[in-house]
């Protein structure tokens, strides 16, 4: 494996070679812009895979995974062919626009193959401790390759098969060889002065550690970092929250469940236990001066009044009501004041307020939950912290839950049903269909 990006220096002047890497960069950029993984990345994370990515070209012949071997490298093809043998078998071919080692990788393997370049080959490569923070962090990418790892369950089996093999036979030297026969000494017996010496010694030591260790914890016991845990917050019926006037009302025939998630800042010893715990995301809440945290207020306030009002004009727009040319409704809605910010319960209000103009039963009794950002002709966009929502809905007796399309798969597990929908229009035919 060799990398054929290089900067030569010589016969250029530093300006020269300021501008030779920016155009080598802009170069890398575009073509990891056009793979197929990467075609509906922002630039940002196109940048960040161009930052870690090592370009690399290899020779007919050339070993690019050897079966039974460590997975260190995720590869990006950009040309040239590939095949792929297990036992001396083909598999396959991989070529121009596919990638190779999400198995191994996500799977928790070896190489469940060897793959040798049959073709003058073109690639970048990713070391295995740089692409699982890309994995865990870009969406996008995260769902194509788990859903590659679900396609491919026989390669995933045998690349777990090459891990318990080698777990079975390790090589020489590794903690599970054998070890090898030790000499053993007679050292000299020390005498009852050095012993009580090294006996104070191991108490100082361990006194001294005992310390550190007493206020090391009692500063993580007082300080609060900018970290919050994420977990389900209250869940709230809106069916009743919703006054229309100017239009005739029906009264609601099912109840309505907005979600929400509250976000707590526990101390440092705190958030240490919930990390080694597991099951809450963790996200940095920012330091803000109170006139900053005055503004990030009324900004989600605005966000969340906004989303409600969007709401109105979707549920309109599902019925076939027309605003005005300004953009007003023949009807006006006011909401109970709730304490939730942000825009997710669009979707929610949206189909409570359609239930309670049109007359139709889409619910049909049952208990609907719904998350999910809404625009005025009724688009649903995602949001945030579905699974944590999804765990709120089934405790609160939800049957059905509603969320963006794209984020569906979050929210399985829950103990509920769960559909995913691109509108609001979409949103009661599933109502309709279930």
Known sequence: MSTISRTERSGFGWGAIAHSVRGRDQLKCSLLQ??????????RVIRRIASIADEVVFAPGDVLAEQGRSPDWFFLIHSGTAEVTRDGSPLGLVGAGRYYGEVPLLGRGMHPATVRAITPMRAFAIGSQRFSPLVQDVRTIREDLHASVARHTELVAAARAELAKRIRTPHPGSLLAEPRPRRFLSPRMPTTVETRRRVRLRAVRIGLVMTVLAVFAAGAALYHPPYGVISPGPVIDVSHDITIAGAPVHPPHGRYLLLTVRAQRPSLLGLAVAAAHGGRPIERIDHTTPGTAAL??????????????????????????????????????????????????????????????????PARGRVIAATGEVNAAGDVAPVGFVKEKAMGARDAGAQLLLTPTSEAYEAVGAGLPVTGVSSVKEALSRLAES
Do not use: K, M, N
């Open 34 to 43: 056009h793979h197929p993984l990467l075609a509906h990345c922002p630039a």
């Open 296 to 361: 990030r207020q009324r900004r989600l306030d605005d966000e969340f009044a906004r989303s409600q009002r969007d709401a109105a004009s979707a549920a309109a727009a599902v019925l076939g009501i027309r605003a005005s040319a300004s953009g007003r409704l023949p009807f006006t809605v006011e909401f109970r004041h709730r304490d939730v910010v942000g825009p997710s319960g669009g979707l929610i209000y949206a189909l409570a307020i359609e239930d309670l103009l049109s007359g139709d039963d």
